[in-house]
């Protein structure tokens, strides 16, 4: 709601374009156009959430933990690209 209160007072009482809101802001134009529109009753902030479900790498989870298991007890000075090299 935060964000919504900053684009309106920078359009409404800082005489700001929506060009100009968008560039601060980062938002879109058309995503600033829909919110200004709006009345302030049925405002609401967006929210994405991730579905959860199967990763790509969740096959190979149990092999990188032991993977990553095997790098944090290498010295800090051991350069990975020469562990290769090595091997």
Not at 4 to 9: C, P, S
Not at 26 to 50: A, D, F, H, M, Q
Not at 67 to 83: D, E, I, Q, R, Y
């Amino acid at each position: 709601m935060d964000m919504l209160g900053k684009i309106r007072r920078m359009f409404l009482r800082d005489k700001l374009s929506l060009h100009e809101i968008s560039r601060r802001t980062g938002l879109s134009r058309n995503t600033i156009r829909t919110w200004l529109r709006k009345p302030e009753g049925e405002l609401t902030v967006p929210s994405y959430r991730r579905g959860l479900g199967p990763l790509k790498l969740s096959p190979y989870h149990a092999e990188l933990e032991l993977a990553l298991k095997g790098v944090m007890t290498l010295p800090p000075v051991t350069n990975l690209s020469t562990l290769i090299i090595d091997d």
